[in-house]
T-cell receptor, first 112, second 113 residues
Framework: AQSVTQLGSHVSVSEGALVLLRCNYS??????LFWYVQYPNQGLQLLLK??????LVKGINGFEAEFKKSETSFHLTKPSAHMSDAAEYFC??????????FGAGTRLFVKA | NAGVTQTPKFRVLKTGQSMTLLCAQD?????MYWYRQDPGMGLRLIHY???????AKGEVPDGYNVSRLKKQNFLLGLESAAPSQTSVYFC????????????FGDGTRLSIL
């Protein structure tokens, strides 16, 4: 069965520091993979997605993620955190047929 | 630029009451979805629709019904609310690509007492 695991329910970084949010998937078939961001009292916004082709995917707001099949990972990174990046981030995977599976989420805190 | 609009934003119900959550999108998207979000569990798909007049069950459909009479609207009904249905409900839409939601509403916070 497909699953998506986000390592760490909370991550705290200082402003200007590297952001690294970890996501691993479990699937017999390489899935489509996504990262979403959720700001307080709002719905999810799609940050980036991997379907096929280039394994390094660039998204909005300076975020990027790399698909590593050998590690079954799709970690999200941003070189320099900004206060406005504080939010909850969700990794999701989909092997097709309306079976998008979401991770439990990682809340990112950014310290001044 | 409304996108996906959900009404109401908040609601408190008593056990056994019924209600309907409304979702409207103005992007002419074919696919629409209803999710529930619970702490520590991410989002779980309740029902979805691939077009006007069609609906299908998702991961957690029990206790909910849906209708898609018009392409732009997707309604979620609770016939007899239970405390276990206390959650935040999100509607989403997309124009295709195999069923991955792209645009979300801001959610409906529902409490069942």
């Amino acid at each position: 069965a497909q699953s998506v695991t986000q390592l760490g329910s909370h991550v705290s970084v200082s402003e200007g520091a590297l952001v690294l949010l970890r996501c691993n998937y479990s699937s017999s078939v390489p899935p489509y993979l996504f990262w979403y961001v959720q700001y307080p009292n709002q719905g999810l916004q799609l940050l980036l997605k991997y379907t096929t082709g280039a394994t390094l995917v660039k998204g909005i707001n300076g975020f990027e993620a790399e698909f590593k099949k050998s590690e079954t990972s799709f970690h999200l990174t941003k070189p320099s955190a900004h206060m406005s990046d504080a939010a909850e981030y969700f990794c999701a995977g989909d092997t097709g047929g309306f079976k998008t599976i979401f991770g439990a989420g990682t809340r990112l805190f950014v310290k001044a | 630029n409304a996108g996906v609009t959900q009404t109401p934003k908040f609601r408190v119900l008593k056990t056994g009451q019924s209600m309907t959550l409304l979702c409207a999108q103005d992007m002419n998207h074919e696919y629409m979805y209803w999710y529930r979000q619970d702490p520590g569990m991410g989002l779980r798909l309740i029902h979805y629709s691939v077009g006007e007049g069609t609906t299908a069950k998702g991961e957690v459909p029990d206790g909910y019904n849906v209708s898609r009479l018009k392409k732009q609207n997707f309604l979620l009904g609770l016939e007899s609310a239970a405390p276990s249905q206390t959650s935040v409900y999100f509607c989403a839409s997309s124009y295709g690509e195999g069923g991955q939601p792209q645009h979300f509403g801001d959610g409906t916070r529902l409490s069942i007492l």
